[in-house]
C-alpha cells in the first residue's frame, strides 16, 4: 500500500514538471522528485529483502533501514517547500496525502 501511494505521489508531481517555476520552487520541486523516486526505490528493496531475506535479523534490520529513510525522504521533501509558497508546494503536499 505504502509503495503504491510514494508512486502514485511521484507520478502526479512529475505531471507538472512543465510548469513555469520560480528558481527556488524549481530546485524544491526537483529534489523532491528524486527523494520520491529513491523512496519507491527504497521501498521495493524492503519488500524484496523481507520477501527473499537470508538471515532474519540482517533481513528486518534491512526493512527498517529503508523504511526509516522512505520517511526521512518524506519530510526532507515537505521541509524543502517550508518557505515557500504557490501552486507547486500544494500540489507536491496534496500529493503526497499531507495537510499544510
Do not use: W
Request: overall charge negative; charged content about 25%.
Amino acid at each position: 500500500m505504502t509503495l503504491q501511494k510514494v508512486g502514485r505521489s511521484l507520478y502526479s508531481a512529475s505531471e507538472i514538471t512543465n510548469l513555469d517555476m520560480d528558481p527556488h520552487v524549481r530546485s524544491a520541486y526537483e529534489d523532491c522528485l528524486e527523494l520520491l523516486d529513491h523512496s519507491v526505490d527504497l521501498l521495493t528493496n524492503s519488500l524484496t529483502s523481507a520477501a527473499f531475506g537470508g538471515e532474519l535479523s540482517s533481513s528486518i534490520q534491512d526493512v527498517l533501514t529503508c523504511l526509516s529513510a522512505a520517511l526521512t525522504n518524506q519530510d526532507t521533501c515537505t521541509e524543502g517547500f517550508d518557505e515557500l509558497n504557490g501552486d507547486v508546494k500544494h500540489q507536491i503536499i496534496a500529493g503526497k496525502g499531507e495537510e499544510e
